[in-house]
């Protein structure tokens, strides 16, 4: 149970590193006009704030397959679980 329990921790790390990148461009767009430079570049710590939140985000999945091939569970369908995880335990 210990192996399932990192996958799932990956897995959860991986959406939130994806909706916290969602979440920073939204960001970005909105307060477009104190961020921008005059020359309308981004300065350097978005930039890498950017990339890296999206770098992190794909290296999580990667981790996070390793870990599901790590407890065996079967290759869950799109966007769900797999079919041993779908009820919970009594």
Do not use: C, D, S
């Not at 006009?33 to 890498?48: D, G, M, R, S, Y």
């Not at 091939?69 to 995880?85: C, D, K, N, V």
């Amino acid at each position: 149970m210990e192996k399932i329990a990192v996958w799932m921790f990956v897995r959860v790390v991986r959406w939130g590193l994806w909706l916290g990148f969602l979440g920073y461009l939204l960001y970005v767009e909105m307060n477009r006009a104190t961020i921008f430079t005059k020359l309308n570049q981004l300065p350097t710590h978005v930039e890498l704030t950017i990339f890296g939140l999206a770098a992190a985000a794909v290296a999580a999945g990667m981790l996070e397959l390793a870990a599901r091939e790590r407890t065996g569970l079967p290759r869950p369908p799109f966007l769900g679980m797999p079919p041993g995880l779908r009820k919970a335990p009594r």
